[in-house]
């Protein structure tokens, strides 16, 4: 996926919103200035396939060698897909972000929290706030 | 997610201290963060391949934020007798000793290397205490408060030098391609003043990385052209600058305690293990008699602790014995030697022995744990 056509959090996860059967499927994965600061990632706990995710709520983390980070979800929804390479491919992560990278596919139940995402642009000028 | 101290960036209206070499680091790729008020690179880019870089050649560490005391006098000795777990008065020229600060109920203030300063080969001689920088001002102010019946003068010269570790397998062979002296016939724990790099500089054989190694003491001033020398060379030989975070995984590898997680003023010299940095006998100093209580009741122990699979336990983290919360964490990290999760803590006596299982709590599951021995890194094995 193309990084300039993703919403972002404000958390750094990326977020891709696709329609199928009528559903709203939204797959999610780590920025690549998430991904360039933690440095040094040494796992990921995925979550599981079928769990209630709430916006805004951690529902996963990935670890470095210097700290534990929680995973958000902008959306309300079931985890309905899981990147069961990712644990023994952490390097995925960096070398792929928006694509293989991937973490997540989550069927949306509630899309509210889609207004409060970032576009490239807008995040981008945040990541170079923080720098 | 949250991305924690790594993406805190420092704010340009910042009070923070600069070390003489802070420049250097942010035009190196240093993520500069907040550092017991001082401004330190945390990493350049990989801690792993820093701490690697340790292991199989060389790292270099800008340590300038330590504090470096001058403790001058007709009684400096007496003095520092006084304060310290451990006599520095029969200390000869060129020794250093690893001792403790407590208070009087035997908390740990700080640790501290002394160093006997030989200034002037006519006045009785100084000593040099480095000091955790964190820890600082409040040791200064200790040290002040407890003057009153000693002939003695303590200055706080820590901006007036920089500090420079040189620690792994290459680091001797760096140094030596530097200075006339013959390095290799220093012992550990020895230090001496030397040309180096062309500059006057205290040479010392200690470090904070379980490696083979230097820490060097120079002037301010003359710091980055010590530290440019040092670095061309180290990147020749497959040597890297090494910011906080490998310095800490170095350390906690080599089973080294650090002031703010194993040792703090709730804790006591007998619990973390540090009897080697006591002298009891015929001493009288601050803490003495409550250290030999300490030793006679039963005491947590400090242990090191080995995990299986990649969640790393951190500080706080409880641990548990059938359920039964028996300690806590005070130091994790993913080992980059061992490729597995390690940490300390201090647990129950009764469950310290090598070899127990144990259960520690990460963020609310539980994952099973063994009693190792410390350190749990050990050059040449």
Known sequence: MKPETLLYAKTHEWIAVADKD??????????????????????????????????????????????????????????????????????????????????????????????????????QKQCEEAH | MALGTQTVR?????????????????????????FAGWSMPVQYASIVKEHQATRSAVGLFDISHMGRLLIDGPEAAQFLDSILTRSVADMQPQQIRYSLVCNASAGILDDVLAYLAVIDEEKPPGYGLVVNAGNREKIVAWLQQHTANYSVEINDRTNDYAM??????????????????????????????????????????TGYTGEDGCE?????????????????????????????????????????????????????????????????????????????????????????????????????????????????????TYSPTFGHPIAMGYVKSTASALGTALDIDIRGKQHTAKVVPLPFYERGK
């Open chain 2, 164 to 205: 420079i570790a040189v620690q792994g397998p290459k680091a001797i062979e760096l140094l030596d391609s530097l200075t006339a002296v013959e390095l290799t016939s220093m012992r550990y724990y020895t230090g001496q003043i030397m040309e180096l790099a062309g500059v006057e500089c205290f040479v010392s054989r």
């Open chain 1, 22 to 123: 009528g559903a709203k499927i939204a797959t999610l994965g780590l920025s690549a200035f998430a991904i360039e600061a933690l440095t040094d990632l040494v796992y990921i706990e995925l979550p599981q396939v079928g769990q209630q995710v709430n916006a805004e709520q951690p529902f996963c983390e990935v670890e470095s060698v210097k700290a534990v980070s929680d995973v958000y979800s902008p959306i309300e929804g079931e985890v309905i897909a899981v990147n069961d390479a990712l644990p023994d491919n952490l390097e995925t992560l960096g070398s792929d972000p928006y694509g293989a990278g991937w973490v997540a596919k989550i069927k949306i139940t509630d899309d509210a929290g889609l207004a409060n995402l970032l576009d490239h642009a807008a995040y």
């Open chain 2, 216 to 332: 060097l003491i120079c002037g301010a001033d003359l710091a980055l052209g010590v530290w440019e020398q040092l670095y061309d060379r180290a990147i020749a030989i497959g040597g890297a600058a090494v910011g906080l975070a490998a310095r800490d995984t170095l350390r906690l590898e080599a089973g080294m305690p650090l002031y703010g997680h194993e040792l703090s003023e709730a804790i006591n010299p007998v619990e973390a293990g540090l009897d080697f940095a006591i002298n009891l006998r015929g001493r009288q100093f601050v803490g003495k008699e409550a250290i030999e209580a300490a030793g006679k009741a039963t005491q947590p122990v400090r242990v090191g602790l080995q995990l299986e699979g990649r969640r790393v336990p951190r500080e706080g983290c409880p641990i548990l014995r059938s359920g039964e919360e028996i300690g806590t964490v005070t130091s994790g």
């Open chain 2, 10 to 34: 420092i704010p340009a209206m910042s009070t923070l201290a600069h070390t003489p070499l802070h420049d250097w680091h942010a035009a190196h790729g240093g993520r500069m963060v907040d």
